[in-house]
């Protein structure tokens, strides 16, 4: 035992992270009076929290999960910051192993659960394996819910509408559609933001939010359901949900090399995120050519090809000019896109980063908007470092650190 604990260089991290472990648990038996929000969902969890952060802080003390930390680590290092003040703590639930919920929630249960959506990712076979039991490990948050909370549901989703919830705990439906309990309508999505009407059965409440992009209004509802729990006034959740700003590479908009405009989204990227986000780039209503630079998906499994088809299927019915597929996966992409109608001349597939720079150099112009979208560990950022003018040697299409490429010694390999 004492050999192995020698050989395994982690061991002093692991012991320190246990014991920080035990001592939050602790810690939070001593903060009873908080009352605990979980997130959970394949997509929009930290948006969600964000939102759900600004907006009870209108009027409580309000601590909420990291936006950057994996929740192995989040969940106690944000429980030990909980002070007697507290009033609310909300809380990411973000699983990617089976049986990894039950570990979550053995520190901490939440009052009020909110599932943002369900989609193939982490669905590979050294994963979750399949949608099924993606769908059985996130709803397991929901399980633990006591009678007195509540649960808070996308009921836009497909696959959200599947789930048979066996409880008797309150249940409130959020979406785009008048048969959930909150809804919105006349959605409208540009440079500035998103302006929608937030509607229930008594009333229309117009809204504009810095954030863009029709799937913002799912994290939008879910803050404002939470707000009205809490006893906010509807001036109070207006107030909150006006303070958000789009985080960096989630939908935020930035200016960018050669005098164009970046559309940055490449932080994330599953199924359901890239096709809000090309719905997106098509529904912003502006003279300037728009150009979609699409890294692949990860972690979908026997859902890859075919995810990555669906998206090339959408995208040749968007107001979209250009398409610039990267990676041997997003070939499927391209193919389909050139399949369904989308002219053979605006289409390129690119086998790295460095080469669908290369293309970018030659078809950019002035003032296009640049839409940048990928999984994490596909690191499209590159493509802007690139274009800047900055050497980078690593061009790899799957690379297992998660830092920025610009502070990563193998960008540029001596």
């Given at each position: 035992?004492?050999s192995?604990?020698?050989?395994?260089?982690?061991?002093?991290?692991r012991?320190?992270?246990?014991?920080?472990?035990?001592?939050?648990?602790?810690?939070?038996?001593?903060?009873?009076?908080?009352?605990?929000?979980?997130?959970?969902g394949?997509?929009?969890?930290?948006?969600?929290?964000?939102a759900?952060?600004?907006?009870?802080s209108?009027?409580?003390?309000?601590?909420?999960?990291?936006?950057?930390?994996?929740?192995?680590?989040?969940?106690p290092?944000?429980?030990?910051?909980?002070?007697?003040?507290?009033?609310a703590?909300?809380?990411?639930y973000?699983?990617?192993?089976?049986?990894?919920m039950?570990?979550?929630?053995?520190?901490v249960?939440?009052?009020?659960?909110?599932?943002?959506g369900?989609?193939?990712v982490?669905?590979?076979?050294?994963?979750?394996?399949?949608?099924?039991?993606?769908?059985?490990?996130?709803?397991?948050?929901?399980?633990?819910?006591?009678?007195?909370?509540?649960?808070?549901?996308?009921?836009?989703?497909e696959?959200?509408?599947?789930?048979?919830?066996?409880?008797?705990?309150?249940?409130v439906?959020?979406?785009t559609?008048?048969?959930?309990?909150?809804?919105?309508?006349?959605?409208?999505?540009?440079?500035?933001g998103?302006?929608f009407?937030?509607?229930?059965?008594?009333?229309?409440?117009?809204?504009?939010?810095?954030?863009?992009?029709r799937?913002?209004?799912?994290?939008?509802?879910?803050?404002?359901?939470?707000?009205?729990?809490?006893?906010l006034?509807?001036?109070?959740?207006?107030?909150?949900?006006?303070k958000?700003?789009?985080?960096?590479?989630?939908?935020?908009?930035e200016?960018?090399?050669?005098?164009?405009?970046?559309?940055?989204?490449?932080?994330?990227?599953?199924?359901?995120?890239?096709?809000?986000?090309?719905?997106?780039?098509?529904?912003?209503?502006?003279r300037?050519?728009?150009?979609?630079?699409?890294?692949?998906m990860g972690?979908?499994?026997?859902?890859?090809?075919?995810?990555?088809?669906l998206?090339?299927?959408e995208i040749a019915?968007l107001?979209?000019?250009?398409?610039?597929?990267?990676?041997?996966?997003?070939?499927?992409?391209?193919?389909?896109a050139?399949?369904?109608?989308?002219?053979?001349?605006?289409?390129?597939?690119?086998?790295?980063?460095?080469?669908?720079?290369?293309?970018?150099?030659?078809?950019?112009?002035?003032?296009?908007?640049?839409?940048?979208k990928?999984?994490?560990?596909r690191?499209?950022?590159?493509?802007?470092?690139i274009?800047?003018?900055?050497?980078?040697?690593?061009v790899?299409?799957?690379?297992?650190?998660?830092?920025?490429?610009?502070?990563?010694?193998?960008?540029?390999?001596?």
């Amino acid at each position: 035992m004492i050999s192995k604990l020698i050989l395994d260089k982690e061991w002093p991290r692991r012991i320190f992270h246990e014991f920080r472990r035990k001592i939050a648990k602790v810690w939070l038996k001593m903060n009873p009076g908080v009352e605990i929000i979980g997130v959970t969902g394949s997509y929009g969890k930290t948006n969600t929290v964000w939102a759900i952060g600004k907006v009870l802080s209108e009027r409580y003390k309000t601590l909420q999960t990291d936006l950057n930390l994996d929740t192995i680590y989040n969940l106690p290092i944000t429980i030990l910051k909980l002070r007697p003040w507290h009033k609310a703590m909300v809380l990411e639930y973000g699983v990617d192993h089976k049986n990894e919920m039950d570990f979550h929630l053995e520190l901490v249960k939440p009052k009020i659960g909110v599932l943002t959506g369900i989609t193939p990712v982490h669905a590979d076979s050294e994963h979750f394996g399949s949608l099924e039991n993606i769908l059985n490990e996130k709803t397991k948050l929901l399980s633990v819910i006591p009678s007195n909370g509540w649960i808070i549901i996308n009921w836009d989703d497909e696959n959200i509408r599947k789930i048979k919830i066996k409880t008797s705990v309150k249940i409130v439906k959020y979406g785009t559609s008048k048969k959930a309990d909150f809804w919105a309508e006349k959605i409208k999505v540009d440079l500035s933001g998103t302006s929608f009407f937030l509607c229930d059965s008594q009333e229309k409440i117009p809204l504009k939010i810095s954030l863009l992009g029709r799937h913002f209004v799912h994290s939008a509802l879910a803050a404002f359901i939470i707000g009205k729990i809490f006893g906010l006034s509807k001036k109070e959740i207006i107030s909150g949900l006006k303070k958000l700003r789009p985080l960096k590479g989630r939908m935020s908009l930035e200016k960018g090399p050669q005098e164009i405009f970046i559309l940055d989204d490449h932080l994330r990227a599953n199924l359901a995120s890239t096709l809000a986000g090309l719905r997106t780039l098509s529904d912003i209503p502006c003279r300037r050519r728009k150009i979609a630079v699409l890294g692949e998906m990860g972690e979908m499994g026997k859902y890859a090809k075919e995810g990555h088809r669906l998206i090339g299927e959408e995208i040749a019915k968007l107001r979209i000019d250009y398409l610039i597929s990267v990676g041997p996966l997003q070939r499927e992409t391209f193919r389909e896109a050139v399949s369904k109608g989308m002219r053979k001349d605006s289409v390129f597939w690119a086998k790295d980063v460095k080469e669908a720079a290369g293309i970018l150099k030659k078809i950019l112009r002035k003032e296009d908007l640049l839409y940048l979208k990928g999984s994490l560990l596909r690191h499209m950022e590159r493509v802007i470092l690139i274009l800047k003018g900055e050497r980078v040697d690593c061009v790899v299409n799957l690379c297992h650190f998660y830092n920025p490429c610009h502070l990563c010694p193998n960008l540029r390999k001596i």
